[in-house]
């Protein structure tokens, strides 16, 4: 363990940049997206430095913190504003600040008609650092404190332009089922603090081991339920759709590549309490195992280009969910895949954000189609990240996704294969509706008025892009070579070398079943889709009305949640108006009756006090007799 | 005669008074009611004075008829001041208090 | 000095017939007090009915007081209330309607009750008790008593009792003092004003309206030295309303006569 002085200001950057561009408000409007970029970079290369100082020191003295101040001090139980780097830490920090820059540099261009482009800069460096307190957070109180911020920059950047009432519900509806999820991360702390007298991940984890199982699995099902909040997994999953109405930045930025993906490591940060407790893990497998199919099935009938990779998002991020259920060797193969995804969606999404540039804000896909004359370097870095997420050798996703599904069927038994089998048949949909969004906007005829000019985006937006798409190209290789992630994250995630069960299947034929899906999947959405109807066809099958309508999960949280709520709030309303402000109405209005007689006494003549006064005389005086009898 | 009799009077006196100050309507009788009052209590005084066999009575009285003395002029400048911008002496019209 | 009391509760024939004689009176003055309608007359009840105190006061070997109460009572204080009756209006007279509902029955039940109920205190407390009298003190003298106990015991309470005097005489000053809320504009005032103002030109007031022999000549304003008209000899009234006549009217006129 050693300690740095630099990581507070990896927060402590963007936070102040973030506080300047909103108080200096339009002052700011000239260079405010300028000192937010740089701030960014800035960030990135603070984290690049620790990468290497990291990589320069082994073993245990890899992870290093960094005391702020403390927090509180209650007695025996202490949290301190504390920082801790290590190698689960790094990468999310790389990821975030990179990512996180190459998306500033893209929105540069994209909100540049924007007239409260500065603001928008503020809110992203808010996210940043909001995102970095998350995953640098030595604490479950402080990654708390990252959390909420995260939903808070979210919520903003949703609503971004909330002067549309679809776009503010859309953030409110985000912040709600959010809000669900919290409580979870909320209950998840007191119990530990109940349990253990302390919330520090060390702390935590050292009293992990003799722990009762049902408190750990209380624990389990809360990070769970937290996850499921902020990384829209089943059965919070409804707002990620919605909040594509944020600018497609946001999207790639938040909604794609890192808030998303926190659940993803809030479960891996808590790996020692899911591995003791196989009751947890099982409902992590489960709800990973649900989401993937259901963010798959949803993304096949979305016309809407964002909904369909916000669909795709929910289901990579269902996979990597499935694979912290997995045990030990899982948490690497979740995080890698992650990285990769952060790479290819947030590519796509900007891509996806280079189409709508260049349509006028369009992104019905049906209203798409031959894009790929007018916007050649959009449609090469998507198609990059296109063959990237179906996983097609030796693109990113390849690495990562295989090495789920490997794990998936390894978890033996019949658990494993259906936990196999769902991830499989995942990867052949995922396919298929991949393809699906790539034939309706690139290939085919043009199906758009003349109004629209198809244009290739500026050099601003396309290099980002770019990059990101070498990211997609490369980084699975990368990060999979020699199992460098897995034996990077190995002290974090299975300090103990637990030995891995018999193979189910060899790798090879994982991998081979794989490519066979995925090709299936791509060549049915080839034949489907040779011709595409402007307007969408009304005569589906129930399945396609199902996935259009988000599998119904709208309409359920509809009936049994909104719709009691509101008849139980009335219900409150009627109760409080009724009887406890009749109550008080009864006591008021008598008193009021009262007074109404009492006050025909004080009618401002001075020979009526003066009566009074006789007559008090007389009760005195009569008193006085009484009294003496 | 006993001299308790003094005792009534005051007392019969000290009623009359009271019932003027409430029922009259000019200031003035109503302030008049009152020196009645005040008197009457000073014949209490004095009848005290007698029956205990002591000046103490008769102080009071005196002191009495200091403050009654200061009352009745502060009293009559308010009735001068009040009549002066309300052209009216009646303690009827001046019910500002009512409002 | 009349000394009419007696050891016991009771007291000399004269005094009762003194009593008996007076306090009737004493008791029908002060009712007629409440029934009369002209504040001077209650006054004047009021006066007897202090006179009477007076001469009981003499009577139960209170001289002192009984002159006191002559001169302050009957001397000054009604002397002031009349004063200010006819600063008020000494003819003006009540009405007796009870304009308060239920005011006047309730009073007199309510004094009625205290009367009652005084008479029948003291009745109880004054039961075989016997008054001992103020004989012995009558040696040295009533006022020499008086004083002693004024300028030994009370002497505090004297000297209190002068400073609330004082106080109340300069009370009565201020609230008397009648002060107008805005100084009145004398014809000083505005001659001050008219020679401190910044302009001298109309201190000595404003020239007259011309005069022309053929016209009245209110409405026609003066004529300068220079021959032009002078619009502030005319008022200013004449001048908004557009009754100014133009003085040149005249002067052609003139000019004409002068050709023929």
Redesign the interface.
């Known amino acids: 363990m050693t300690t740095s002085n630099l990581l507070v200001y990896l927060i402590a950057l963007p936070l102040i940049s973030s506080a300047l561009l909103l108080i200096l408000g339009r002052k700011a409007d000239k260079w405010g997206h300028l000192l937010a970029t740089l701030v960014s970079g800035s960030a990135f290369v603070i984290g690049v430095l620790e990468f290497f100082a990291m990589r320069s020191r082994s073993g245990d003295a890899r992870p290093a913190t960094q005391h702020i101040f403390t927090w509180m001090s209650v007695g025996s139980f202490q949290v301190d504003a504390s920082l801790l780097l290590d190698q689960l830490s790094i990468a999310f920090v790389l990821l975030i600040t990179g990512v996180g820059t190459l998306i500033h540099i893209y929105s540069i261009a994209y909100m540049s008609h924007d007239r409260d482009r500065r603001r928008f800069f503020a809110y992203l460096n808010l996210f940043i650092a909001a995102m970095l307190l998350l995953v640098l957070g030595d604490s479950y109180l402080n990654l708390y404190v990252g959390w909420e911020g995260v939903g808070l920059a979210s919520y903003l950047l949703i609503g971004f332009w909330n002067q549309k009432p679809a776009y503010a519900t859309a953030a409110k509806k985000a912040f709600v089922a959010n809000r669900v999820g919290d409580v979870g991360l909320s209950l998840a702390i007191m119990i530990a603090f109940a349990q253990f007298g302390t919330v520090s991940f060390a702390g935590v984890k050292e009293h992990a081991h003799h722990a009762s199982p049902a408190a750990l699995t209380a624990i389990g099902a809360m990070l769970l339920l937290a996850a499921a909040g902020k990384s829209a997994q089943f059965p919070l999953q409804s707002w990620l759709g919605d909040a594509m109405a944020g600018p497609t930045p946001v999207s790639a930025l938040i909604h794609a590549a890192t808030m998303v993906t926190a659940g993803v490591y809030l479960i891996t940060r808590s790996n020692f309490i899911f591995d003791a407790s196989a009751t947890a893990q099982l409902l992590v497998v489960i709800v990973g195992a649900i989401t993937l199919l259901f963010g798959a099935i949803v993304g096949t009938a979305k016309d809407d280009i964002k909904k369909a990779l916000a669909a795709s998002t929910m289901s990579q991020i269902g996979y990597m969910i499935l694979a912290t259920g997995l045990g030990p060797i899982g948490y690497a193969f979740a995080i890698m895949h992650l990285i990769t995804h952060g790479f290819f969606k947030a590519g796509m999404f900007l891509g996806a954000g280079s189409v709508m540039h260049g349509m006028d804000d369009e992104v019905n896909m049906r209203r798409f189609g031959g894009l790929a004359r007018f916007m050649p370097i959009t449609t090469v870095t998507f198609g990059l990240g296109y063959l990237a997420i179906i996983g097609v050798p030796p693109f990113a996703g390849f690495y990562s996704k295989d090495k789920i599904i490997e794990t998936a069927f390894n978890a033996g038994g019949l658990k494993g294969i259906l936990l196999g089998g769902a991830a499989l048949l995942g990867a052949a949909i995922t396919a298929f509706y991949m393809t699906r969004v790539v034939v309706l906007t690139f290939a085919g005829s043009k199906r758009w008025d003349d109004k629209a000019h198809p244009h290739e985006s500026p050099a601003l937006m396309w290099i980002p892009m770019a990059i990101l798409a070498v990211g997609s190209v490369t980084s699975g290789f990368l990060l999979a070579s020699g199992n460098a992630m897995v034996n990077w994250l190995q002290p974090i995630v299975d300090p103990h070398h637990h030995e891995h069960g018999e193979e189910f299947l060899k790798p090879i034929v994982v991998s081979t079943m794989a490519i066979v899906v995925v090709v299936l999947g791509v060549l049915a959405a080839i034949v489907k889709y040779r011709t595409v109807p402007v307007e969408a066809p009304t005569e589906v099958s129930v399945f396609t009305k199902a996935a259009r309508k988000d599998l119904y999960q709208d309409s359920f949280n509809e009936a049994v949640l909104m719709r009691p709520g509101q008849k139980l709030t009335s219900g409150l309303l009627f109760t409080d108006k009724s009887i406890v402000d009749g109550a008080v109405k009864a006591v008021g209005f008598s008193l009021q009756t009262i007074a109404g007689w009492i006050r025909n006494l ?7 006090y ?2 009074v006064m ?2 008090g ?2 009760a005195l ?2 008193t ?2 009484v009294v ?1 009898l | 005669m006993d001299i308790s009799n003094y005792l009534y009077l005051s007392a019969i006196l000290f009623t009359i008074g009271a019932v003027g100050v409430v029922v009259r309507r000019n200031a003035i009788v109503v302030f008049m009611c009152v020196e009645l009052m005040l008197n009457a209590t000073n014949l209490a005084f004095v009848t005290f004075s007698r029956i205990h066999g002591n000046l103490d009575g008769q102080v009071a009285s005196f002191f009495t008829m200091v403050v009654a003395a200061c009352e009745v002029v502060i009293g009559l400048a308010i009735i001068v001041t009040i009549y002066r911008s309300r052209r009216s002496a009646s303690i009827d019209d001046a019910s500002l208090l009512k409002r | 000095m009349i000394t009419l009391a007696l050891e016991s509760g009771a007291t000399a024939t004269p005094e009762a017939v003194l009593f008996w004689f007076l306090a009737p009176l004493a008791v029908l003055s002060a009712l007629g007090m409440l029934l009369v309608k002209k504040a001077v007359h209650s006054a004047l009840l009021l006066a007897w009915v202090m006179v009477t105190l007076a001469i009981f006061y003499i009577a139960q070997d209170a001289l002192f007081l009984g002159i006191v109460q002559v001169v302050v009572y009957t001397g000054a204080v009604m002397m002031l209330f009349l004063f200010i009756l006819m600063l008020v209006g000494v003819d003006s007279s009540d009405s007796l309607v009870e304009t308060i509902k239920g005011q006047r029955a309730t009073a007199i039940t309510a004094a009625v009750g205290v009367g009652g109920l005084l008479i029948s205190l003291i009745s109880r407390a004054v039961q075989a008790k016997p008054a001992v009298g103020l004989k012995d003190l009558e040696i040295v003298g009533n006022v020499q008593s008086i004083a002693t106990e004024l300028f030994t015991k009370y002497v505090w309470a004297f000297e209190v009792v002068s400073a609330l005097l004082i106080t109340a005489a300069l009370g009565a000053m201020v609230l008397a003092h009648s002060q107008k809320p805005i100084a009145r504009n004398l014809q000083r005032d505005k001659s001050i004003a008219r020679f401190r103002g910044a302009s001298l030109a109309t201190a000595a007031g404003l020239p007259s309206s011309g005069v022309y022999s053929r016209h009245n000549a209110v409405d026609v304003p003066a004529l300068l030295p220079d021959g032009t008209p002078a619009p502030s000899s005319i008022s200013a009234t004449l001048n908004a309303r557009g009754n100014m006549i133009d003085s040149k009217l005249f002067e052609l006129e003139l000019k004409e006569e002068e050709e023929n």
């Open positions: 004080q009618n401002g003549f001075i020979r009526t003066a009566l006789l007559i005389l007389l005086i009569a006085v007799w003496t």
